[in-house]
């Protein structure tokens, strides 16, 4: 079974800093992606970045970037330049290349002070 | 365009009371997926319907079951409500065998 591991509960920084949020994974499987997604008080959960095993190169969208090591089985995401919008819930998530079910981690709650 | 839209938003029952969550998914999508999601952790996956079909279960009792129309809207019933399935109920849909999934605000349901 796949399980997903995130080891900050919560994380707080100022804005306009960078920071990175840690994620572990377990599995057998070879073909498989991975995803952040962020929840903000909203509830919904929103789609930040995702990553695909078999692809070497890093993912990146605008302030958003991965640093995805297959053989550490590791994922963490980077935000640059934080915003106050940024204040959310993010949770790592897995999924085996066949079966469209997520596995989530426990998440991180996120906090960007002014 | 409409995005995933769930009702109702919050919903409060009683212990051994039955409950159905709705779901509609995004236009042109065909698969739904619930997620069960309890304070403070992350969603737990439920099931997937596809083509009106259970397609998918994790790991949950006989007491969530589901239901796909064939406008492809989703329902997900419990009965026998025990305190602990008070959460978060995610809805999610994609479109065949495409891995983005987009989601719902959520059903917030308190079982007393």
């Known amino acids: 079974a796949q399980t997903v591991t995130q080891s900050q509960p919560e994380m707080s920084v100022q804005e306009a800093e960078t920071v990175t949020l840690s994620c572990t994974y377990d599995?057998?499987?070879?073909?498989?992606?991975l995803f952040w997604y962020k929840q903000p008080p909203s509830r919904q959960m929103i789609l930040v970045i995702r990553q695909e095993a078999y692809k070497q190169q890093n993912a990146t969208e605008n302030r958003f970037s991965v640093n995805f090591q297959k053989a550490a089985k590791s994922f963490s995401l980077k935000i640059s330049d934080s915003q106050l919008g940024d204040t959310a819930m993010y949770f790592c998530a897995f999924m085996w290349r066949g079966a469209q079910k997520l596995v989530f981690g426990q998440g991180t709650r996120l906090t960007i002070n002014p | 365009d409409a995005g995933v839209t769930q009702s109702p938003t919050h919903l409060i029952k009683t212990r051994g009371q039955q409950v159905t969550l709705r779901c509609s998914p995004k236009?042109?999508?065909?698969?739904v997926s619930w997620y069960q999601q309890a304070l403070g952790q992350g969603p737990q996956f439920i099931f997937q319907y596809y083509e009106e079909e259970e397609r998918q279960r994790g790991n949950f009792p006989d007491r969530f079951s589901g239901h796909q129309f064939p406008n492809y809207s989703s329902e997900l019933n419990v009965n026998a409500l025990l305190l602990g399935d008070s959460a978060l109920y995610l809805c999610a849909s994609s479109l065949g065998q495409r891995v983005e999934a987009f989601f719902g605000q959520g059903t917030r349901l308190t079982v007393v």
């Open positions: 236009s042109g999508h065909d698969t």
């Open positions: 599995t057998s499987e070879n073909n498989y992606y």
